[in-house]
């Protein structure tokens, strides 16, 4: 029997709660706690909820980053001294901007390439020509790369761009051409620094001794020449920074250097390598109290949207950030411009780089390819500008993207990278009305639309408008009602008094019926979903579906939440303050097994962390200890950490972080009682930055550090 009431849901209102988080039982290899049966869940009410929007997809409500968000499309620069040897060092040419230290060129041998550095063809305007007709509209460029050099002039010292023969401030020549060619000016600033001598740590191959090295005097030179870059040359739309992975960097010099930004000039933006906690190359932060305004995928697009998140990918248009002039692995214009359409159709910006010559000028094969990724934008750049990321998946036809129209309709734009043979482009998961449609290439084409809701055919005939993208621009009544399934939101599958459950329709317009089945319950009864939360307090299997004008729509999805007994705590007499650490050397790729190894020293950690200036290499560290639950509850943990890195508590497996990579956070979590409890972390580094950190909190609360007042032995 089925139940219906119409009503339409407030699907803003709905915060998302924690990431999935796992529960302890599905890591363990001993027995999980019993399912414990319990009273049946609250009654789901069928009293109508107010209405509301659904997720735009735009990240936070901050208006500084409007512009930005707008524009969808930038250009990267990476000039400085490395653009001399050209990638060229000995008989080697695989080098780019990283010449320095990949070569392993002295600090006093890669300082005469200031005395080689003259672009005497640099042309501001050119520069800021090309990207303009390119469709971007802003431009971020190296200030200081890790080498240290200075594009800009600095009053910190000479080791800038007027200590070349070319002795002009190219900063401020291209800020002012960017501003008379409509573009924004933004400065991308290293954090690393390979040539400054308080800088830490020191390269492994290089002979300068790091005696009397100053980290925080270093620090106050960065934000002096910080200050100088955001109070000389105008307005700037977004400070750049890169470098921040190594492990003299932290979060406290992170959030003081964004928020020497903000107070200098409050509207500008800061990218999240700001601060640490960046996951690698994918560019997000997996924690959201670091610094930043967006995340950063670096040569990677993520295969989904992320709802709520701002981000743009930045990408090399051939291997090299910096130009390598024996570099021709060029990426095609094509493939370009649909890297393009297929970044805005997921909601962030791409940022494409070009490394200019040592001359001054753009490689050709970049100035071709930028003119022709304008010639497209001349026709379809309204398919990219000011758009929003897709209302629904993916089709395999292309990409699509959105506009929210003033006068309260939509323009959905069908981006078609496989035009259709027969010449019938059909859009499926949409139920609104179609008002009209036009090829942006070919606005004098007749398309004809047929079919029912949820399923349009447009005849746009066998022939493309464009040879690499056609784009499609279909006016729909109203904003977008998707024919999707709904999300089941909670904090985690596993629980152990109650859970709160929610849902979230697809999108505005849109309700959700939902049907509950407990242990030994009997069929699937569906009533529409009332807005408030499912409390449940027993093993239960949540059911969903959309609804739309009273009819289903869109799959069916189901999550099954069990509830489970937690760990029994520890006796434990007399606990000793601290972690016991065993510190173990070796070369790995992934954590080793410490039952075999012998354990090169034992001290002593107060938490769950790295010492002071930690810059070991190939080393591994096993902490152990009880960690103190104040209150029973399933409790989620966070381990950050670069490299591998695996947490067990109760003697269960919660966290596994292992292998190679930068900084990443994994998350789980485990039902537990009061008291304390076996702690143990294992953690290795092979080489490059080092990161260890620990959180927890009950699950779908805030995670915050684990105090030392809560480890013991």
Not at 462 to 476: F, G, Q, Y
Not at 546 to 551: F, R, Y
Not at 579 to 608: I, N, Q
Request: proline letters at 6%; charged letters at 25%; a negative charge.
């Amino acid at each position: 029997m089925t139940t219906r009431v119409p009503c339409s849901l407030d699907a803003a209102g709905f915060p998302l709660l924690s990431c999935l988080l796992l529960g302890a039982c599905a890591h363990s290899s001993q027995p999980a706690p019993d399912e414990v049966p319990a009273g049946a869940p609250d009654a789901v009410s069928s009293e109508p909820a107010a209405t509301g929007p659904a997720s735009t997809g735009l990240g936070g409500q901050d208006d500084r980053l409007d512009w930005w968000r707008d524009a969808r499309f930038g250009l990267f620069l990476h000039w400085g001294l490395y653009a001399v040897p050209a990638g060229r060092w000995g008989d080697a040419d695989h080098h780019g901007e990283w010449i320095m230290t990949t070569a392993e060129i002295p600090v006093e041998t890669y300082e005469g390439f200031v005395d080689e550095f003259d672009p005497v063809q640099f042309d501001a305007d050119a520069w800021a020509r090309m990207a303009a007709d390119a469709g971007m509209r802003y431009v971020v460029i190296t200030t200081k790369h890790h080498d240290g050099f200075a594009l800009f002039d600095t009053a910190l010292g000479d080791y800038d761009v007027m200590a070349t023969p070319f002795q002009r401030d190219i900063m401020a020549e291209l800020a002012e051409a960017c501003r008379r060619h409509g573009l924004r000016i933004c400065w991308y600033h290293s954090i690393m620094d390979w040539h400054h001598p308080d800088y830490l740590p020191r390269r492994g191959w290089e002979t300068r001794s790091a005696e009397g090295a100053d980290f925080d005097r270093y620090v106050t030179y960065l934000h002096g020449q910080v200050t100088e870059l955001l109070t000389n040359y105008g307005d700037i739309g977004v400070m750049w920074f890169d470098g921040e992975w190594e492990a003299t960097w932290n979060h406290a010099y992170g959030s003081e250097l964004y928020e020497l930004c903000r107070t200098l000039q409050p509207d500008v933006i800061v990218n999240n390598r700001v601060d640490v906690g960046r996951a690698g190359m994918g560019g997000f932060t997996a924690d959201g109290g670091r610094a930043g305004d967006f995340g950063t995928p670096e040569q990677t697009i993520p295969d989904q949207g992320l709802p709520g998140v701002d981000w743009e990918t930045c990408m090399t248009m051939n291997r090299n950030w910096g130009f390598n002039a024996a570099d021709e692995d060029w990426k095609s214009s094509a493939d370009l411009i649909r890297k393009l359409v297929d970044v805005a159709s997921k909601g962030g910006n791409f940022l494409l780089n070009v490394g200019p010559r040592a001359d001054g000028t753009f490689p050709p094969e970049a100035v071709e390819r930028l003119a022709a990724i304008g010639d497209w934008m001349d026709v379809h750049g309204e398919a990219i500008h000011g758009t929003l990321a897709s209302p629904i998946d993916q089709p395999a036809w292309g990409r699509v993207t959105l506009e929210p129209r003033a006068d309260g309709d939509t323009t959905l734009y069908l981006s078609v990278f496989d035009w259709p043979l027969d010449g019938e482009l059909t859009l499926a998961g949409i139920g609104n009305e179609v008002r009209g449609a036009r090829l942006l290439g070919d606005p004098e084409r007749v398309v004809a639309v047929r079919g029912d809701a949820g399923e349009r055919v447009f005849e746009v005939g066998a022939r493309a408008s464009d040879p690499v993208v056609s784009v499609l621009a279909v006016r729909l009544a109203g904003v977008p009602v998707v024919y999707a399934a709904p999300e089941i939101l909670a904090a985690g599958d596993a629980f152990v008094d109650q859970l709160e459950v929610r849902l979230a329709p697809p999108s505005e317009g849109v309700a959700v019926e939902v049907a509950l089945q407990n242990v030994g319950s009997g069929g699937w009864n569906y009533v529409v979903w009332n807005g408030r939360p499912l409390r449940l307090t027993e093993t239960t299997t949540v059911r969903a579906r959309s609804l739309h004008e009273g009819v289903p729509v869109g799959p069916t999805v189901e999550r099954r939440f069990s509830r489970v007994r937690p760990f029994t705590a520890l006796a434990v007499e007399e606990p000793v303050p601290g972690l016991v650490v065993r510190v173990y050397r070796g070369e790995w790729e992934a954590l080793p097994d410490f039952a075999a190894l012998s354990a090169e020293r034992e001290e002593l950690a107060e938490t769950v962390a790295l010492p002071e200036g930690f810059s070991e290499e190939n080393v591994a560290r096993v902490y152990s200890g009880t960690i103190d639950v104040p209150e029973e509850g399933m409790w989620s943990f966070a381990l950050e950490s670069d490299d591998g890195s695996r947490l067990l508590v109760a003697g269960r497996p919660v966290v596994d972080n292992d292998g190679l990579h930068g900084p990443a956070e994994e998350r789980g979590a485990i039902p537990l009682t009061a008291g304390r409890h076996a702690l143990r972390v294992e953690w290795f580094n092979k080489t490059g930055g080092a990161t260890l950190g620990l959180r927890f909190g009950l699950q779908g609360a805030e995670l915050a550090p684990v105090p030392a007042e809560r480890l013991a032995h």
